[in-house]
T-cell receptor, first 114, second 117 residues
Framework: DQQVKQNSPSLSVQEGRISILNCDYT??????FLWYKKYPAEGPTFLIS?????DKNEDGRFTVFLNKSAKHLSLHIVPSQPGDSAVYFCAASAYTSGTYKYIFGTGTRLKVLA | GAGVSQSPRYKVAKRGQDVALRCDPISGHVSLFWYQQALGQGPEFLTY????????KSGLPSDRFFAERPEGSVSTLKIQRTQQEDSAVYLCASSFSRGPGQNYGYTFGSGTRLTVV
């Protein structure tokens, strides 16, 4: 049972345009969400987060939107740059066993075309 | 150190061999996590430590997998009698989070790629 789903395994976008990456979750107890970016042969690096008390969080070119009723979040990158080409994972967590344990989606490979 | 350090970066093991993977977390991070990432998949939770206490090992796939963090800093993930299905990238992450409402996310290491032949 996959609690966090990224249904698009890949996405290609032209440089300068908007990239929209989507993520759905099933567990209504999740209250904190993160996006991670991963380059080949490196560990995932933190990109942006949002807590369940918000519906939007912005950081420069990156904006994350959360729709709790639909159990859906999305990451918008505007404008997209070739250096954004990577695999993007969304992750969701709830407080359990003394910490926030993150459940990851399967990732979306973004390719930004110059 | 400045980041989470994992060693070795790559490990090739013959089926049946025991392996030990090391993680050196960020100094002061009380929470330490091990994840397994198979090819084309997202990271999957294996186990979690708060200081030296292993509070959650629900993700360990079998009793061949064992993790420890005896002094609350460096952690070792040991896999006994490796099988081909153990081939994956093993990621270690640490976090400063200490309680509810203190959610700072994880800092991941670069991972150890284990190939069992």
């Amino acid at each position: 049972d996959q609690q966090v789903k990224q249904n698009s395994p890949s996405l290609s976008v032209q440089e300068g345009r908007i990239s929209i990456l989507n993520c759905d979750y099933t567990n209504s107890m999740f209250d904190y969400f993160l996006w991670y970016k991963k380059y080949p042969a490196e560990g995932p690096t933190f990109l942006i987060s949002i807590s369940s008390i918000k519906d939007k969080n912005e950081d420069g070119r990156f904006t994350v939107f959360l729709n709790k009723s639909a159990k859906h979040l999305s990451l918008h990158i505007v404008p997209s740059q070739p250096g954004d080409s990577a695999v993007y994972f969304c992750a969701a967590s709830a407080y359990t066993s003394g910490t926030y344990k993150y459940i990851f989606g399967t990732g979306t490979r973004l390719k930004v075309l110059a | 150190g400045a980041g989470v350090s994992q060693s070795p970066r790559y490990k090739v093991a013959k089926r049946g061999q025991d392996v030990a993977l090391r993680c050196d977390p960020i100094s002061g991070h009380v929470s330490l996590f091990w994840y397994q990432q198979a090819l084309g998949q997202g990271p999957e939770f294996l186990t979690y430590f708060q200081n030296e206490a292993q509070l959650d090992k629900s993700g360990l796939p079998s009793d061949r997998f064992f993790a420890e963090r005896p002094e609350g800093s460096v952690s070792t993930l040991k896999i006994q009698r490796t099988q081909q299905e153990d081939s994956a990238v093993y990621l270690c992450a640490s976090s400063f989070s200490r309680g509810p409402g203190q959610n700072y996310g994880y800092t991941f290491g670069s991972g150890t790629r284990l190939t069992v032949v």
